[in-house]
C-alpha cells in the first residue's frame, strides 16, 4: 500500500477506498463460502460457474415471467443453493471427490447459463434490477456554482454492507454454534468426528449447500451492478475464492481457517490489482503478481504445519 500511495495521487483516497471494497465484495461472498468448503477438508470449484448461472436465472425471471426484483434476486440465491446442495450429495451419498463433483457442476451450470440465454446477454432488466448492486448509503452529493454535481462523500455501497453482514454472520456461526465446531472437526479428522457422534455427511453438505447459496448471492449482485446477466460472467472467480481463503490463513488440508481472515485474504487480491492498475501494470502481469503472493502464502502455510 504504501508503494502504490507513493506511486499514485488517487490511491489512498476514500473514493478509491469504496471502489476497492466494491470490487471485492464478489470475491469476498465466494470467499466466505469456500472457506466453509476448505475447513472441511473439501474443495469448491463450481462457484464461478454458479455465480453466472443464478445471475442468469435472477434475470430471466425480471425479464421472461415479469417478476420482482426481490422475489427474482431470491430465485436466483436458491439456484445457487439447490447447485450446492448437489455438489454436497455427489460428495456424500455418491462418495465422489469433491475436486470431480464440483469440477463436473462447474461445466454443468456453465452450459446451462449459455443454454437458458443462448450464450447472448440478458439486458433491459431496468432501474430497479441495479438498486442493489450500484446503490451506497449515506452518499452526499453536493450542487456547485457551475450547476453541476459535487460528490462529498461516495457513500458505503450496499454490497460492502452484504458483505460485513454476511462475514459477521459466518463468523458467529463458525465460532459459537455447534454447527460450526462440527464443521471444524470434519475438516481436522472425519472418522474422529463421526465416532464422536458428528453427523459428518449433513454437515459437509452443508458446507457445500451454503457456498453454493453465496455464488447465487454473488451472481444476483454483480448482475445488478453490471446491470446485465452475462452468461461468461465468473470465469476463474473459484480461484479468487480459494486464493482470497487461502492468503488469509485457510489450510487446504481442512480444520483451520477464518472468515475474518478470508476478507483480509480478498482485499490484499483487490489491493494489489487496484494498485497495479493504476500503475498501468499489464493484466498479464498481475496474475504474476498474484500467483507469487499465493505461491509464497501457500509455502507460509506449509511450514507452519510442519512445525
Not at 141 to 161: K, N, Q, R, S, T
Not at 276 to 299: H, Y
Request: proline share 3%; charged share 10%; glycine share 14%.
Amino acid at each position: 500500500m504504501l508503494v502504490f500511495s507513493l506511486t499514485s495521487d488517487a490511491f489512498f483516497s476514500v473514493g478509491n477506498g469504496m471502489t476497492v471494497a466494491l470490487q471485492v465484495t464478489s470475491i469476498g461472498f465466494l470467499g466466505i463460502g469456500a472457506t466453509c468448503v476448505i475447513i472441511t477438508g473439501g474443495i469448491d470449484l463450481s462457484v464461478g460457474s454458479v455465480l453466472a448461472l443464478s445471475g442468469v436465472a435472477a434475470a430471466l425471471l425480471v425479464k421472461e415471467a415479469g417478476w420482482a426484483v426481490p422475489p427474482a434476486m431470491l430465485g436466483g440465491v436458491l439456484v445457487g443453493a439447490l447447485c450446492g446442495l448437489v455438489n454436497g450429495l455427489c460428495v456424500t451419498r455418491l462418495r465422489l471427490p469433491p475436486f470431480i463433483a464440483t469440477l463436473g457442476m462447474m461445466l454443468v451450470a456453465r452450459g446451462v447459463a449459455l443454454q437458458l440465454t443462448g450464450a447472448r446477454a440478458v439486458s433491459g432488466l431496468g432501474e430497479d434490477f441495479a438498486a442493489l448492486g450500484n446503490g451506497a448509503l449515506g452518499r452526499v452529493v453536493e450542487i456547485d456554482a457551475m450547476g453541476f454535481p459535487d460528490v462529498i462523500f461516495p457513500g458505503i455501497p450496499y454490497p460492502v454492507l452484504l458483505m460485513i453482514v454476511l462475514a459477521v454472520g459466518v463468523s458467529l456461526l463458525l465460532t459459537r454454534t455447534v454447527l460450526g465446531r462440527h464443521l471444524y472437526a470434519v475438516g481436522s479428522n472425519a472418522e474422529a468426528a463421526r465416532l464422536s457422534g458428528v453427523r459428518v455427511d449433513g454437515v459437509t453438505t452443508f458446507a457445500y449447500l451454503l457456498s453454493g447459496a453465496l455464488a447465487g448471492l454473488a451472481g444476483c449482485v454483480l448482475m445488478s451492478r453490471l446491470v446485465t446477466a452475462q452468461p461468461n460472467e465468473g470465469v476463474m472467480y473459484e480461484l479468487d475464492a480459494i486464493a482470497a481463503a487461502v492468503i488469509g490463513g485457510t489450510s487446504l488440508i481442512g480444520g483451520v481457517g477464518t472468515i475474518s481472515g478470508t476478507l483480509i485474504g480478498a482485499f490484499v487480491i483487490g489491493i494489489l490489482r487496484n494498485g497495479l492498475n493504476m500503475n498501468g501494470v499489464s493484466a498479464f502481469t498481475q496474475q504474476i503478481v498474484i500467483g507469487l503472493v499465493i505461491l509464497f502464502t501457500v509455502w507460509i502455510d506449509q511450514v507452519r504445519n510442519r512445525r
